[in-house]
C-alpha cells in the first residue's frame, strides 16, 4: 500500500482521536485493496466497503468520515482510538478477536491462486494438490491478511513473499519475481483484467472460509471491545440492509455477483 498514506479528510479527522466524535462515524479503511475499498488522490473513499460505510451511516443518522490506513495498521490504529469502526475486507478470525470484536459477517468471497498459464500450477484442480505443489516455489501474499495465515500454515515448504498492498504483489507477479499470487478472487481478476494479466490465469480451485479456521467466518466490521453499544448498533442495521438487500446489490455492482452473507 501507498505506507501510511492518510487522506485529507484523515489529516482532519486525525486531531479528533479518542471518544467518539457527535454525529460522526470515522470509518478506517486501507483504500489500495478494489474493489473493496479504493481511495484517489484527493482522499475520495469508493469501493464495496465504502458502500456498506455510507450505508450505515445512513441507518444510525451519522456522518460518515473515512480514514485511510495502511491494512496491517488498522487494528493498532482502531485500538488507539484513531477512528471508530475498521471497514476494510477484513476476515473474522479467532486471533482477530483477540485484539478486537467484530460485528456480525456481511460478506464472502472464495479465494484462489493466480499463476502463469505456462505454469506447473495451472493444471491443478484440487487443494490438497495444490498445497504439496507449491513446494519450492514463491507465493505472494499481501502481509497481515488471512492469505498470508493461510499459506503460512498450509504451505510451509512454499517461499511465502509478503508485500504491503496487492499492487505491489501483482507488480512482482507480473515481472515473474513471485510465482504465484493468493487473494480473493475480486481482487485477482482485477489483476487478470489488465494487459500486464494477459498471460496468467486461476488456478482452478476455490478455497473458501470452511476449508481452513485462517481464512476466518465472513468478513465483519471491526469495532473495540468495549464498544458494545455501538456493536448493538451495526448489527441490527448490517442486518437491515442484508434482508433488504442493499449489501446484495452494492457487492453486484462491484463484484458482479452476490456477495452478501446472511445476518447470523
Known amino acids: 500500500m501507498k505506507l501510511k498514506v492518510l487522506s485529507l479528510i484523515a489529516l482532519l479527522a486525525g486531531a479528533a482521536t479518542g471518544a467518539q466524535a457527535e454525529g460522526q ?6 483504500g489500495a485493496y478494489p474493489p473493496w475499498s479504493m481511495a484517489d488522490a484527493n482522499g475520495a ?8 460505510g455510507n450505508m450505515l451511516c445512513t441507518k444510525l443518522a451519522m456522518e460518515c468520515v473515512f480514514v485511510v490506513q495502511a491494512f496491517d495498521g488498522l487494528i493498532p490504529a482502531l485500538q488507539a482510538k484513531q477512528f471508530d469502526i475498521i471497514i476494510s475486507g ?40 495444490l498445497l504439496a505443489a507449491l513446494d519450492g516455489h514463491s507465493v505472494g501474499v499481501q502481509a497481515g491478511t488471512t492469505h498470508a495465515h493461510f499459506m503460512e500454515k498450509l504451505a510451509p515448504t512454499a517461499t511465502l513473499k509478503s508485500y504491503a498492498t496487492l499492487d505491489e504483489m501483482q507488480i512482482d507477479l507480473a515481472n515473474g519475481r513471485v510465482d504465484a499470487g493468493f487473494a480473493d478472487v475480486s481482487a485477482l481478476q482485477s489483476f487478470l ?31 473495540r471491545q468495549d464498544d458494545t453499544d455501538l456493536k448493538a448498533k451495526i448489527d441490527t442495521a448490517l442486518c437491515e440492509l442484508i434482508a433488504d438487500g442493499s449489501i446484495k446489490a452494492s457487492s453486484e455492482k462491484w463484484f458482479k455477483m452476490d456477495i452478501s452473507r446472511p445476518c447470523q
Do not use: C, H, W
Open 90 to 129: 477484513m476476515s473474522i478470525t479467532a486471533d482477530r478477536k483477540k485484539e478486537i470484536n467484530f460485528s456480525t459477517g456481511y460478506a464472502e468471497l472464495a479465494n484462489k491462486v493466480v499463476v502463469a498459464k505456462d505454469s506447473d500450477l495451472a493444471g491443478i484442480t484440487e487443494i490438497p494438490a
Open 45 to 52: 473513499v469508493t469501493g464495496f466497503d465504502a458502500d456498506v
Open 25 to 30: 462515524l470515522k470509518i478506517g479503511t486501507e
Open 193 to 223: 483484467d489488465k494487459p500486464e494479466g494477459a498471460g496468467f490465469q486461476f488456478v482452478d480451485v476455490n478455497i473458501i472460509s470452511t476449508f481452513d479456521a485462517t481464512l476466518g467466518e465472513g468478513v465483519g466490521v471491526g469495532i
